[in-house]
């Protein structure tokens, strides 16, 4: 594993690592964060898909993990700043590395969200999206349903302002995350059209046009994301090829999965494959 500092086009400094050579690799496949995840979560991941023969990046959006510069109070950053700067970036960054190369897109959950959102999404071969839905709260599973007005009308109204950032740490909620992802993320889930609810609505057409094959693998046990919430998502990338594959753990004999579980070591040898014989295939 290295660490490398790639810097935006408006001069923000991303850290990621890189695992693997390049030179040897088949194919590079870039790991797109979840909100409030930091890139060490995936580094067990990172380092089966670099056994497998991948060149395989990671990275932190601005104002997260290694990529936090200072007080997140002064950080000026929604989600599309996360997806339109930095995801792209690192699109252009691990495509001029690996040339020629096939480069792909394993999402977890915001992370399989955004490539509609970036204006080089066509150099991405096919993506593989894990736990990634809309965020819709009305379609959250029934747990998370109940908890969401008073996360979405109460909690980030009141701490917003007070914090200047969303303090999630101290909650043991999602993370610390700049304020104005909070607060774009807040308009969004509030909709039942998501994103396309209140942004252009250019981007339902953006979304549409895109062909890349994708593969969605959701899980039964997600305390998150319900069924509706994974189709939702999916149904926005209508011109794509896309397989859905919903896992039960207990029938594959597997430990909890949930919304985080896909890339702790212990799921391994029973998940990690689908991921990594699918994506094999898409570059074959």
């Known amino acids: 594993m290295k660490h490398s500092t790639v810097v935006t086009d408006d001069g923000v400094k991303l850290s990621a690592h890189t695992f693997g050579d390049v030179h040897a690799a088949r ?31 990671t990275f932190d959006y601005r104002g997260m993990g290694h990529s936090r510069h200072g007080s997140l109070r002064a950080l000026k950053a929604d989600v599309m700043t996360w997806a339109q700067n ?34 080089n999404a066509e150099r991405v071969a096919a993506m593989a999206t894990v736990a990634a839905g809309s965020g819709y709260w009305r379609e959250y599973t ?16 009141t701490l917003l302002p007070l914090f200047g950032y969303f303090p999630g740490r101290r ?15 807040r ?9 396309f609810g209140v942004e252009d609505a250019q981007w339902r057409v953006t979304y549409a046009q895109l062909r890349q094959p994708i593969l969605s693998l959701s899980f039964t046990d997600d305390e998150y994301m319900s069924a509706r919430n994974i189709e939702s998502l999916h149904s926005f990338y209508s011109g794509a090829p896309r397989t859905m594959r919903r896992v039960d753990p207990k029938a594959l004999g ?9 890339f702790r070591r212990r799921q ?11 994506l094999a295939a898409s570059i074959r």
């Open 27 to 57: 194919a590079a496949v870039l790991i797109v964060p979840a909100m409030g995840v930091e890139q060490q979560y995936y580094a067990p991941f990172a380092h089966w898909l670099f056994e497998q023969g991948y060149f395989v990046v």
């Open 86 to 119: 930095d995801t792209s970036t690192m699109v252009d960054w691990v495509g001029s590395t690996v040339g020629s190369k096939p480069l792909l897109w394993v999402g977890h959950s915001l992370g399989g969200q955004i490539l509609g959102l970036l204006s």
């Open 142 to 157: 029934p747990g998370l349903r109940r908890l969401a007005p008073l996360l979405w009308y109460a909690i980030v109204p």
């Open 171 to 185: 909650l043991n909620m999602i993370g610390d995350v700049p304020a104005g992802v909070m607060r774009q993320w």
């Open 187 to 195: 308009s969004w889930c509030l909709d039942p059209e998501y994103l």
């Open 254 to 262: 597997a430990d909890p999965i949930g919304h985080f579980g896909f």
């Open 268 to 278: 391994g040898a029973t998940l990690w494959p689908i991921v990594g014989d699918w």
